[in-house]
């Protein structure tokens, strides 16, 4: 009588061999792209409709995500594959697009959720890593740069991980433009606006998350601050009130 002989099972390969797989099969989204297809969609939303018409009456692109196959297969395969994402690599290297009818950016949570950005525990913010000072100085330089990164401190750094938790063990944090360059701005000058606030921004975060925050590519007397005691400067709006408008 033959007998009928069963596939091994993926839980039967060794613990080590699985992670392995899911090294390969599971990974961060890749930013840069989702920002693109987003910014396309929404161009092509926009061009369906009159050039004269309210912002108010065209639809919102909604951000297009989705979940791996291999987290709905059984709770134990999720649990241990979203622990090795966990652990590896998160590069934040560029902000969402601005969303015209919103009027405002994107937040970063609704391409990758705030639950597992909480979870994450080995990231990497690059501010304007490519940006070279001359350009970043250049008029309105300030607004086109800095404006969003801003926005995405304020939300993953300080709404998120400070204000929610976080599980980080490794935080490293580059930076470019003037500021990468150890040129120090003054903040009671409106072109210096965003440069200034995301310089506030790091500075708390990096105080807040201590001692799992690297600073790396900053010279000058913008290291020295940012690496300095942090103290809390009181101003009418506060530095951790998320902006109203860009």
Known sequence: MSTIQMSPSFLS?????RI???AYALRWPRLSAAFWLTSLAQSADLHDHPSLSPLCTIPRTAVRTGTSSLLLVCHQITSEALAELYRSVLTVGQTPPYCIPSAR???ISEFICESLLRRARRVELN??????????LSPGGDTKFWRSWSYVLQSLVVEMWIAEGNCLDRLVVRVGGALGAGIMVDERNTNNRYRSRVLMLLKHGICALRPVVIVEGVNGEVEKYLTEEWSMRESNTGILERPRSF
């Open 20 to 22: 392995i797989i899911y």
């Open 105 to 107: 950016d994107y937040d």
């Open 13 to 17: 390969l060794p613990p080590d061999i």
């Open 127 to 136: 501010i304007n890593t490519d940006l070279c000072p001359d350009a970043d």
